[in-house]
């Protein structure tokens, strides 16, 4: 009798430590992380996602939970231990994620999403930076990620490779008007708000003549491109008050004279498109 007790017992215990038991402990600790996760309880959540990636490390699910959890108690620009604690547990698993077979194409965009916005609420821009360079290496002609990383030195003050990456993307792009308008405006704004940390050297052999390139590329696209016209009156303006600290003052007054010209043009193209509303305004009523 005793022997038979004994018997069941083992047999117990290999049922349970079987592969098929496994995957059912599995589904169970899945089920209650699931249930802590929607009840906001993210720690407790996180250990039992934890405990699922005892038994499966590969377990794409629960990485994406445990990065999700980190995320949700993330305070976003919060200098505090335990907010820097969330991101960098947020961007492990995130970095894991990259790294698996994502379920589908849109999950893996999300987690990239999510990489790079945790990334630059964190104020981790040359981590975000790199990760995008080497997503162009990977695919050199993507405009899109040109465009991101043109963005990324933008906002971390990296005006050359900004430019660099701005200016690319237009060349990828020529056809694209918005894209020549922004590589302009960000000649006017360098050389508008450098003020004295921007000498007027680099703005008459570099940023004037490029920027103002770049608009008439703009311009020569839609002749009634108002922004664009706009702003190629503001930096023939920079150009005029440059020329005009040289002493150059015939040459400041032509330049004057032209941005006044642009600036016209930008007034009689924006009571053009004010008058093609009001007429399609009228048609449709």
């Not at 079987?18 to 407790?44: F, N, S, T």
């Not at 050199?140 to 005006?159: C, M």
């Not at 009156?233 to 005029?240: G, S, V």
Request: proline fraction near 3%; charge should be positive; aromatic fraction near 10%.
């Amino acid at each position: 009798m005793r022997r038979s007790v004994v018997a069941v017992l083992l047999l117990g215990v290999l049922l349970v430590s079987a592969p098929g038991c496994q995957g059912i402990r599995e589904r169970m600790a899945m089920k209650k992380a699931h249930e802590l996760y929607k009840a906001q309880k993210y720690d407790e959540a996180i250990k039992k996602y934890k405990e699922i990636l005892v038994m499966d490390p590969g377990n794409y699910t629960a990485t994406y939970q445990i990065a999700m959890s980190n995320l949700a108690m993330y305070h976003p620009g919060s200098a505090h231990e335990k907010d820097k604690a969330y991101a960098a547990a947020s961007i492990e698993h995130l970095e894991k994620l990259m790294a698996m077979q994502a379920p589908d194409k849109e999950t893996q965009e999300r987690v990239v999403k999510y990489y790079l916005s945790l990334l630059a609420s964190a104020e981790m821009s040359d981590k975000a930076i790199a990760f995008m360079e080497k997503e162009l290496a990977k695919d050199p002609k993507n405009i899109e990620t040109v465009l991101q990383l043109a963005n990324l030195y933008a906002k971390k003050g990296d005006f050359p490779n900004a430019w660099r990456y701005f200016l690319k993307r237009a060349e990828m792009d020529p056809k694209n008007k918005e894209a020549w308008y922004t590589v302009g405006v960000v000649a006017w704004e360098r050389s508008y708000k450098g003020k004295e940390a921007v000498s007027d050297s680099e703005r008459e052999q570099t940023l004037i003549p490029q920027g103002l390139a770049a608009f008439d590329k703009a311009i020569a696209i839609d002749p009634d491109y108002f922004d664009a016209l706009v702003y190629a009156n503001l930096l023939y303006r920079e150009k005029a008050a440059v020329l005009g600290r040289q002493q150059r003052l015939e040459e400041a007054e032509v330049a004057f004279t032209t941005a006044k010209g642009f600036a016209e043009r930008a007034q009689a193209a924006r009571k053009k498109q004010m008058e093609a509303e009001k007429a399609k305004a009228g048609a449709g009523a």
